[in-house]
């Protein structure tokens, strides 16, 4: 670990703290000498923004140019929104932030989220082509149902119980492991499949639900993402219509998520095309709200009828007195527009009581559950209805 803060009595805290924790650690008050003492085998650096010669904002540049894997603890004294808006830049740089506190913090704070440093998973990172399919495979493994849904429940707040779920596309390669959604679906786009793709995502997904319904009584609404791509085609309504009708599901159990992104692509063409697949029952939500430029002029042009949180306000909430602000102005703008409310992101309890607690509609998080196949679904609501997930 590296401790890099201007005030020396903090930097000998966090270090004995550290030490205490298990971590290798070098500090320095002295900004200047942050180049000498980084090495590319950190797993932690705990950084002060606001501080002479060299603030933490260069620092991060630093960090970016040098690749570092090294996550990243933010701490500062300033105003929680310049620390807010750091997060921001360190994480649109590909840097891991482990969290954020303001000074003065709570030691026992910092030593919550340096202790949770171990859990963060590799992301994927491919060095070179050679790691990343190519455009015959994504092909083939679209035809093939090689990418197939995972499925991440969302259960309606005020009965507890599961109402829908979320079709996540998975794709692990044979030779390359698991590749990232990100990875392929811009692939799939950049090279007109993403229609392809979309199209085995509902097929597969709402057979699956069909068999829910007939086999284990589970009745639910599917929701599964939609590319900015597939919106400007004027015949998805019918087709996707006459697809669920053949399966023997009512246009009403599908949900289809766009982002902001995807609505403000060609507009008259999408328009048409949203507002047929209303007027057929299927349901529409934005995806990943607040994100975007102008979101509220997407809820009053688009005829949606759900309205997706962004996790990245969720899960800071109980931290980020701006987060909470978003969170329930946007709860409370959906409810005035009529509108269902579906927070994602949600990691813990104490998360999901003050969501429940806004009188938010839907909740979605790995506290609830992760994705999973489809034959999992059953017996995970299961545990679920008998208080096993919810109260271990």
Known sequence: ???????????????????????????????????????????????????????????????????????????????????????????????????????????????????????????????????????????????????????????????????????????????????????????????????????????????????????????????????????TDISIPDRITDRLLSIGLDPSNLIIELTESAVMSDTSATLDTLNRLRLKGIGLSIDDFGTGFSSVQQLYRVPFNELKIDQSFVRRMLVDKGAMAIVESTIDLARRMGMSVVAEGIETKEIYDAIKDLGCDMAQGYFIGKPMPGKDLPAWNDAWQQGEIFNS
């Open 1 to 231: 670990m590296l401790v890099v803060d201007d005030d020396p009595a903090l930097c000998k805290l966090v270090s004995v703290m550290a030490k205490r924790s298990g971590f290798m650690v070098k500090s320095t008050s002295d900004p200047r000498k942050f180049d000498n003492l980084y090495s590319n085998d950190l797993d932690i650096v705990v950084l002060d923004l606001q501080m002479p010669h060299i603030d933490g904002i260069e620092i991060i540049r630093s960090l970016s140019e040098r690749k570092s894997q090294a996550s990243l603890v933010l701490v500062s004294a300033f105003d929680a929104g310049v620390l807010r808006s750091a997060r921001e830049l360190a994480e649109s740089s590909s840097i891991h932030v482990r969290g954020s506190l303001e000074k003065p913090f709570n030691i026992r704070a910092l030593e919550t989220i340096i202790s949770g440093s171990a859990k963060r998973k590799k992301l994927f990172t491919p060095k070179g082509t050679d790691e990343l399919p190519s455009v015959d495979e994504l092909a083939t493994a679209i035809e093939g149902g090689a990418i197939h849904p995972y499925y991440q429940p969302r259960i309606d707040m005020k009965t507890n119980e599961l109402v829908s779920v979320e079709a996540l596309a998975r794709w692990n390669h044979p030779t390359k492991g698991f590749i990232p959604p990100f990875i392929f679906v811009e692939m799939a786009e950049a090279n007109g499949m993403v229609n392809e793709l979309t199209e085995v995502m509902i097929i597969s997904s709402m057979r699956q639900c069909a068999k829910w319904k007939s086999k284990n009584d589970i009745d639910l609404k599917m929701s599964v993402n939609f590319s900015y791509q597939s919106m």
